[in-house]
């Protein structure tokens, strides 16, 4: 990788912050964020913003651009490959670090006194405007909003927003029809007295709408946003793909219909002047509610009485509890998704001994064997396949330069889901295709051991997930071992794989509880730097336990797996497992046994389902 | 318990919020916390102005009274009580039920328009004054500060602020002169470029000092106030106590010492005045450091650009690592409290099956062996001595109306602990002195498998405790039960038995890391209403840990339990502990005998020491 010279960019962005065409007064610094207007996780190239004016394209970074300095943020994931990517230009600021300033410290300590520091209002989420804000206005220093985004200006080959075609879903995969989910919305508006809701992050407008897109990469979603009043549905959202007859009817829009259900359909450049027209409409007490994490742009159109502001979304929570429909849909998604991985596997048993196997090679028969499912959409997000010290990155992707030969020497970590029409997979086997040495079986079974820890827990109902998080990492802690990675993410049902607002990690306190039908994943890992990386994940649905007692007539919950792929028995140390842990496995195979294996009979991939059977050999503790 | 009759009182706070006397305008709501002007846990009787007003007596309560409202909230500890104590002029809100209005709430929904509110601003902890003003400020009310408390205005007979003499604590017990700790805090002042530090908190002034107090009951506390700077020592603290000899050379007051060790003694009312002066002083960029918990009185004296504010001062973190010598005072106050448990429980078992023995009487003499021990000073908390459906109370203290006898046919709850010159204790013990039930032995023994899952739990540095909580319900969670408080809190050395700011609970998430020293209790419990209350409580250290490997050199930690009182065997049912459980709880008797049987002994306490050993024989599994 050779850096992106940016000399040539810097002049031309330093020059349009002083330039009266675009700022109203000079600024003496500029904040290019990594995000959308819509805080997505993956963005579409024409917000890569970031990427474009440093030359650093990993998935998290913020850039600030003084009349001297240019600096960059990002994380410990990164430091390697943005220190590759950047020219000398640019000054690595490494998150995380002791003596590494905060981005707010940083500009305080480098600017001229009285400084304005611009950033795009729609790019900038509200809570950290209200934070950054606060710092720099107590130093003397104004954070102000900059209407046109001044990379922009200057991005002359910048590609054009996304604007493909949409899928609509009907009943069979979404349980509740978008009237109906409007109807719970306006209640939980009624219950918390306000009378508009913003929906911003575009998979809440798709799963409100039950609309699906491909304006990003591995996210099914689109460029939208959506205003909900107790009478009004308006729509923002552009290019003729309202014009598509299914969608037209799929939303209604030519049948007569009871005013408060009539979808108002307009473009989505319209959003900030309508949603100031509705700010300046209301009265004392009238209130308007959005995310906390909207942009600061949508937020200030509100004026600040009428705002109500709550991290999480009444249609964050809805969405995260899902229905039997979409139960049923993941379950399905999930053998389809078992099925091509049990080809994968039982390819690369074969392949690798041969040593024709790059990573790359890997990870695209994995998309091949899936692509051949029913309703496959695409991947979910880029797959991690690793192999040996490459297995110990966490965020790896292969690249040509990175891309490393499958051998039976070393352990290879697949990381991999796929979209489909009826549900979002996220799962991750680790495997050696010849002989583990005794220290990896011993650091995969704790592994393992954390994993069950997770999957079979009983806990109270209204548990947060945090809480769990510990029980992942009992058995590696044991012997002073540990990952530095949460256990688990809330997964989407043909939406993003990553969702909230529920999680098992220790690093959130503001999770939400955990409640039946909600979806999210168990996965510990154990990685050592420059030799191998373990992980084994689940994808698990949240279902009511059975218990001998119910205190306080709580209930109980616990998971079921939807994951249903073997976990490499070679790499288990029997010894280590207890016999509720052994039981485990062995059920849990006998399951993918069952229920994988038919499916695999009916689509007559034989040798895969004979792989099938041999990886799911019940193990048996030698005494 | 009748109720308290308020309407004469409530008459005149009416009268005096409306006195130019003692308010500048007229307040339409006066607010009465709980607390003192330190915030301390335990309060003096000349600062139980709520319950003077009201008639509650509990710990933990808020009164408001309007021109036409008295209400009061509490928690769910107190609801019973509350009601019992507080006649019909007050209203009880009951704080976690979901249709209680928060405090803020309430009040913007009884006022008129432009009320003002007042409290005074002493008494209300600065952030707790920032999170309500707020709220009142948007609806268009005001929060002022009254100077004068108006309680004590109409509290005829209120008794004096305790004035008692001190004790001072060599190096001997402390391992660090308050010279050495003014050093360690002004370094730690450098560090953050703060030039001034307030010490508040009162155990925070006796751990500073190396002195001692008992103007609080069970805390060892003294009132006083202190603003360390760069140079200059200010205590504030009113009475004769500068005139005892002792005190005096213990802080050096007639020695020629270097000015920056010198401490000028001022009157503990005049801290407002020079904290005042001291803010008058400073220039920009000159910070001055305080508890974000301290009062608004003392916050607001000094002008908002200076103040540095955190949720956890120096003096706490520092407080809460022992050193050496307070380590070993601990260990030397558990083994004189075991041999005082040993006592006690020798005579329960034998007056018990009498049937005169009620949970006063045993409270009583548990107190009476721990006061033969050696440097006893006082209990460190009320004793919750409880039997049958009193021990489900968790938060009980036994009173003439509730006394109960114990017998053989009920399980005893005995919560206790004691303040000595060398330390501070805090135990729970469960017993039967008949036989058990089948039921009652199998909830004993998820909660020790809960107590022994944290006591023996190995977790890297750096972890904090409250992501051990679900260690010790995960027993008790795999078949339904669970307990509604925290697992454990931090114990000072011959200081406050509650401490942070560290401890282990699911409610918190702010605590700060374990590390080795650090003291906390490990007390899992079940309770069952209107049956019975079973916890199994230990004070515990922070220890390294060894471990087989050692990720990223972070090194790890364990728990070693200071108390050392057996867990009766009787109610433990063998079949349900793994063998680990079953050679902990072997390991920790074998410890008891040898640690305190040795004790014993010396002390001629032969009957005690045959208890011991009979109580401390191995467990067996019968297979």
Chains 1, 2 share one sequence.
């Not at 390697?80 to 995380?96: E, P, R, V």
């Not at 409007?182 to 939980?188: D, E, P, Q």
């Amino acid at each position: 990788m050779s850096p992106k010279i940016t000399t040539e960019l810097l002049k031309q962005l330093r020059q349009v912050m002083k330039s009266p065409k675009y700022v109203q007064e000079p600024v003496q610094a500029y904040i290019v964020p990594s995000g959308d207007a819509h805080q997505s996780e993956y963005i579409a190239p024409c917000d890569c913003r970031r990427a474009f004016i440093s030359g650093f394209d990993g998935s998290a970074g913020t850039a600030i651009v003084t009349e001297q300095h240019a600096a960059m943020w990002t994380d410990g994931r990164y430091f390697l490959q943005a220190a590759n990517q950047m020219d000398n230009n640019w000054t690595l600021m490494k998150m995380g670090l002791k003596d590494t300033p905060t981005q707010e410290d940083w500009l305080v300590s480098v600017l001229p006194e009285g400084s304005k520091v611009g950033v795009d209002p729609f790019i900038i989420p509200a809570d950290q405007w209200k934070r950054m804000s606060k710092v720099l206005r107590s130093a003397g220093h104004d954070l102000v909003p900059i209407k046109e985004n001044l990379i922009d200006t200057i991005w002359t080959d910048c590609p054009q927003r996304p604007c493909k075609p949409l899928i609509t879903l009907d009943l069979s995969y979404t349980g509740v029809s978008w009237r109906d989910k409007i109807v719970a919305l306006r209640s939980k508006m009624a219950e918390r007295k306000v009378l508009w809701f913003v929906v911003t992050a575009l998979d809440e407008v798709a799963w409100l709408f039950n609309l699906r897109g491909s304006d990003v990469e591995y996210n099914p979603v689109f460029f939208a946003y959506a205003v909900i009043g107790m009478n009004t549905i308006r729509l923002f959202i552009d290019g003729d793909r309202m014009t598509d007859p299914a969608v037209r009817e799929h939303l209604q829009l030519d049948s007569t219909l009871e005013p408060e259900f009539k979808i108002q359909v307009m473009p989505y450049g319209s959003i900030l002047t309508e949603l100031q027209a509705v700010g300046a409409s209301l009265s004392p007490k009238e209130k308007v509610w959005l995310s906390d994490k909207a942009s600061y742009a949508l937020t200030e159109a509100v004026p600040k009485a009428y705002q109500y502001l709550t991290p999480y979304t009444p249609i964050c929570i809805a969405k995260a509890v899902k229905n039997t429909s979409e139960t049923e849909g993941m379950r399905r998604a999930h053998v389809k998704d078992a099925v091509a991985l049990c080809e994968l596997f039982n390819w690369l048993e074969k392949e690798v001994p041969k040593g024709t196997v790059t990573e790359i090679i890997a990870a695209d028969k994995a998309e091949e064997f899936r692509s051949q499912q029913k309703d496959f959409v695409e991947l979910s997000f880029a797959t991690i396949s690793s192999t040996g010290p490459n297995g110990a990155i966490i965020h790896y992707k292969p690249v040509p330069e990175t891309n490393r030969t499958l051998s039976v020497n070393e352990i290879y970590l697949l990381d991999s889901g796929a979209q489909y029409k009826d549900g979002t997979t996220d799962v991750t086997r680790t495997m050696h295709f010849g002989t583990p040495s005794a220290y990896e079986k011993e650091c995969f079974t704790y592994v393992l051991k954390g994993h069950i820890a997770v999957s079979a827990a009983i806990f109270p109902n209204g548990t947060k997930g945090h809480l769990l998080d510990s029980f992942a990492r009992s058995a590696l802690w044991d012997c002073g071992l540990d990952y530095l990675h949460g256990t688990g993410h809330g997964v989407g049902s043909f939406l993003n794989v990553h969702e909230g607002p529920c999680g098992i990690s220790y690093k959130t306190f503001a999770d939400e509880p955990l409640e039946a039908g909600m979806i999210v994943s168990d996965e510990p890992g154990y990685y050592e730097d420059g030799s191998f990386g373990i992980r084994i994940e689940n994808v698990v649905l949240v279902i009511p336990a059975e218990t001998k007692y119910n205190f306080k007539n709580r209930g109980s919950l616990t998971f079921e797996p939807l994951t249903l792929v073997p976990i490499q028995t070679k790499m288990i140390d029997v010894s280590l497992l207890t016999q509720k842990e052994l039981n485990w496995v062995n059920d849990y195979h006998q399951k993918c046994r069952e229920v994988i294996g038919a499916e695999l009979e009916r689509q007559g991939r034989l040798e895969a389902l004979q792989w099938l059977i041999r990886e799911t050999e019940p193990l048996i503790r030698v005494q």
